[in-house]
């Protein structure tokens, strides 16, 4: 969230985060299905962490030269580690409810609303770390009138302006910043290595026939011949164009130009404190509110943000807005983490590794197209290619449950046999 506005000479942040996002891409194509099964879930979580580690060290002297290479060994590392992280919640969840005798689809989905509860509170302490440390710097003043002009949907589209509070901290205060981001990434590591206890599902230790190298290899791009799959890409990508929207143009061109870059941290602290919290209600409460329900309050809290977006000139004096939004922004960003996650998780229970590696891919693809147009497009359009998105996954997603609705007869018994067939009665996650 900090790149945008850190390292916005000549575009750097944002090309590193585009190349991130390209490699993750390429990364969630091949590598998940053949590291998850070479190593297994805790080892590519483990090996996968240090390329984030490898990123910040990356940052302590950024340039072309150290940033671009260590965001794509990050990207490389993502798409292991998420597809592994996934596995490893579904089969945990599978085997808690078969040993507690409970619905397989709520302990998952339960499972991804505490991971995200957790997972989302690292933007409290991440972001608490970066505005503490960046608000000491000296580089803060008031803006003129001129420059909250160039604030907003209607950008000015140049580097030059609000230089008062756009102007980069100093290095000690950088080196501070990503020395301790440096050393929670060793730590974390460290944690994994330690603790986290080695899962295995019984569908794998049951297979008597090894599946081969490039049928292993292709796993990701076959799980495309499923129409599911397909309707559901929409919906992912839409992940990584509302993220990167908020994180990269929203902290730029709203808080970093008419507040400061200081505030970038505690904008991103509301939006994953509220994001946390509701991670957590949406996993627990889904069963019983069902996930169109929650799909519908997120696309409806989403729109209302970048209605806003578009309409609102930002200005100082109206401070709580500038937290309103992401606020909105992080309970729908909730729904759209846990549910499409859980329900990825079961749609495809036979196809795990493959079908998360597909959601890293096409969340990967939405990043990719957002960051790489980001420098060159104004906030407005940006904002309404976001909403378009929103409209089209929408539909898609309609048609996903319409299709399983057409397929679940209605009994709890009723199950598919093929792999990729859905496996519980889709009715109320």
Request: hydrophobic letters at 45%.
């Given at each position: 969230?900090?790149?945008?506005?850190?390292?916005?000479?000549?575009?750097?942040?944002v090309?590193?985060?585009?190349?991130?996002?390209?490699?993750?891409?390429l990364?969630?194509?091949?590598?998940?299905?053949?590291?998850?099964?070479?190593?297994?879930?805790?080892?590519?979580?483990?090996?996968?962490?240090?390329?984030?580690?490898?990123?910040?060290?990356?940052?302590?002297?950024?340039?072309?030269?150290?940033?671009?290479?260590?965001s794509?060994?990050?990207?490389?590392?993502?798409?292991?580690?998420?597809?592994?992280?996934?596995t490893y919640?579904?089969?945990?969840?599978?085997?808690?409810?078969?040993?507690?005798?409970?619905n397989?689809?709520?302990?998952?989905?339960?499972?991804?609303?505490?991971?995200?509860?957790?997972?989302?509170?690292?933007?409290?302490w991440?972001?608490?770390i970066?505005?503490?440390?960046?608000?000491?710097?000296?580089?803060?003043?008031?803006?003129?009138?001129?420059?909250?002009e160039?604030?907003?949907?209607?950008?000015?589209l140049?580097?030059t302006?609000?230089?008062?509070?756009?102007?980069?901290?100093?290095?000690?205060?950088?080196?501070?910043l990503?020395?301790?981001?440096?050393a929670?990434?060793v730590?974390?590591?460290?944690?994994?290595?330690?603790?986290?206890?080695?899962?295995?599902?019984?569908?794998?230790?049951?297979?008597?026939?090894?599946?081969?190298f490039?049928?292993?290899?292709?796993?990701t791009?076959?799980?495309?011949?499923?129409?599911?799959?397909?309707?559901l890409?929409?919906?992912?990508?839409?992940?990584g164009?509302?993220q990167?929207?908020?994180?990269?143009?929203?902290?730029?061109?709203?808080?970093t130009c008419?507040?400061?870059?200081?505030?970038v941290?505690?904008?991103?602290?509301?939006?994953a404190?509220?994001?946390?919290?509701?991670?957590?209600?949406?996993?627990?409460?889904?069963?019983?509110?069902?996930?169109?329900?929650l799909?519908?309050?997120?696309?409806?809290?989403?729109?209302?943000?970048?209605?806003?977006?578009?309409?609102?000139?930002?200005?100082?004096?109206?401070?709580?807005?500038?937290?309103?939004?992401?606020?909105?922004?992080?309970?729908?960003?909730?729904?759209?983490?846990?549910?499409?996650?859980?329900?990825?998780g079961?749609?495809?229970?036979?196809?795990?590794?493959?079908?998360?590696?597909?959601?890293?891919?096409?969340?990967?693809?939405?990043?990719?197209?957002?960051?790489?147009?980001s420098t060159?497009?104004?906030?407005?359009?940006?904002?309404?290619i976001?909403?378009?998105?929103?409209?089209?996954?929408?539909?898609?997603?309609?048609?996903?449950?319409y299709?399983?609705?057409?397929?679940?007869?209605?009994?709890?018994?009723?199950?598919?046999?093929?792999?990729?067939?859905?496996?519980?009665?889709?009715t109320?996650?």
């Amino acid at each position: 969230s900090l790149q945008s506005s850190l390292n916005a000479e000549e575009g750097l942040g944002v090309a590193s985060l585009s190349v991130l996002y390209a490699a993750l891409t390429l990364s969630s194509m091949f590598l998940p299905p053949i590291i998850i099964k070479k190593l297994g879930c805790k080892w590519t979580i483990a090996v996968s962490m240090c390329c984030y580690v490898a990123y910040s060290l990356g940052n302590f002297y950024a340039s072309w030269y150290t940033l671009i290479p260590t965001s794509m060994i990050l990207g490389l590392g993502g798409a292991p580690l998420w597809s592994a992280k996934c596995t490893y919640l579904t089969i945990a969840g599978t085997l808690y409810a078969e040993k507690a005798g409970k619905n397989a689809k709520d302990i998952i989905s339960q499972y991804f609303g505490i991971f995200f509860l957790v997972f989302q509170t690292s933007g409290v302490w991440g972001n608490l770390i970066s505005s503490l440390i960046l608000s000491q710097s000296s580089n803060q003043g008031e803006i003129s009138k001129e420059d909250l002009e160039c604030c907003g949907a209607y950008d000015c589209l140049t580097d030059t302006t609000n230089s008062t509070v756009s102007e980069r901290p100093s290095n000690s205060l950088i080196y501070t910043l990503v020395g301790v981001y440096t050393a929670s990434g060793v730590l974390a590591v460290l944690l994994v290595i330690i603790f986290l206890d080695q899962i295995k599902s019984d569908q794998a230790e049951t297979e008597k026939e090894k599946p081969s190298f490039w049928s292993t290899f292709l796993a990701t791009l076959r799980h495309l011949k499923d129409k599911r799959q397909c309707l559901l890409i929409p919906l992912t990508m839409y992940s990584g164009f509302e993220q990167a929207f908020l994180s990269g143009d929203y902290s730029k061109s709203f808080v970093t130009c008419a507040l400061g870059i200081h505030y970038v941290g505690y904008m991103m602290i509301c939006f994953a404190g509220i994001n946390s919290l509701c991670s957590l209600l949406f996993g627990k409460i889904s069963q019983f509110t069902g996930r169109k329900l929650l799909f519908a309050l997120a696309a409806v809290l989403n729109t209302s943000c970048i209605t806003t977006v578009l309409l609102w000139k930002p200005d100082p004096k109206q401070l709580a807005v500038f937290f309103v939004i992401p606020g909105l922004w992080g309970v729908s960003d909730a729904v759209w983490q846990t549910q499409t996650n859980a329900f990825y998780g079961i749609l495809f229970e036979k196809n795990k590794e493959a079908a998360f590696a597909n959601y890293r891919l096409w969340e990967s693809v939405g990043f990719v197209i957002a960051f790489a147009y980001s420098t060159k497009l104004q906030v407005y359009v940006k904002t309404y290619i976001v909403l378009s998105v929103l409209v089209l996954s929408m539909v898609t997603y309609g048609a996903v449950e319409y299709l399983e609705a057409k397929s679940s007869p209605g009994t709890p018994a009723a199950t598919n046999k093929e792999n990729g067939g859905p496996h519980f009665q889709e009715t109320h996650m």
